[in-house]
């Protein structure tokens, strides 16, 4: 059984470009979650993908943005970088919505830095 | 919203000591899960608990979703147990998403 894989592991920007960063789901795993971890604080919540739709949002501006493919696997997509951006970027994945057990997994984060 | 709090926020334990870590929430939950944050930034899964009690070797955990917290235990520790250990609790958030809320973590630190 493979984990939770996330790509790339560090990434250095400056302010006012994009990032892709990517992640791939447990197997067997339909749902997968995103989370920003600035220095010092717990993860938070930015949104959520469910069989390639949306399935919730946090408190994110929308400039960040998401995709999930068929194979379940998503990436996060960050315009217009600000300084704040600098953070830990955690991907989850999930069972799916309705599971009585959904327990979420981690991948071990990309760190971006902004320049 | 709901707040998740967690004590103490620091703890320095000598190896072989026992521990208790403390994760309050302010609101019904769906479930708990208990993570240790290692140096590298990894969550690694402890516990998926909404209520009653676990045990995996060193480490147990009690959730008592009618009064609102939950607590890991760490007995016997060892220098690679330190790290950050958060608390989460899985909310109801419109439609069918549910997400998990972070507590304000513990860092523990184990000296040999």
């Known amino acids: 059984e493979t984990g939770v894989t996330q790509s790339p592991t560090h990434l250095i920007k400056t302010r006012g470009q994009q990032v892709t960063l990517r992640c791939s789901s447990q197997s067997g795993h339909n749902t997968v979650s995103w989370y920003q971890q600035a220095l010092g604080q717990g993860p938070q919540f930015i949104f959520q993908y469910y069989r390639e739709e949306e399935n919730g949002r946090g408190n994110f501006p929308p400039r960040f943005s998401g995709l999930q493919f068929p194979n379940y696997s998503s990436e996060l997509n960050v315009n217009a970088l600000e300084l704040d951006d600098s953070a830990l970027y955690l991907c989850?994945?999930?069972?799916?919505?309705?599971?009585?057990?959904?327990?979420?997994?981690f991948g071990p984060g990309t760190r971006l830095t902004v320049l | 919203g709901i707040q998740v709090e967690q004590s103490p926020p620091d703890l320095i334990l000598q190896e072989g000591a026992n521990s208790t870590l403390r994760c309050n929430f302010s609101d019904s939950v769906n479930n708990l899960q208990w993570f240790h944050q290692n140096p590298w930034g990894q969550l690694i899964n402890l516990f998926y608990i909404p209520s009653g009690t676990k045990q995996n070797g060193r480490l147990s955990a009690t959730t008592v979703a009618t009064e609102r917290y939950s607590l890991l235990y760490i007995s016997s520790s060892q220098t690679t147990d330190s790290g950050v250990y958060f608390c989460a609790v899985e909310i109801d958030y419109g439609g069918a998403t549910n997400k998990l809320i972070f507590g304000t973590g513990t860092l523990l630190a184990v000296q040999p």
């Open positions: 989850a994945s999930s069972l799916g919505q309705g599971e009585p057990y959904n327990e979420q997994f």
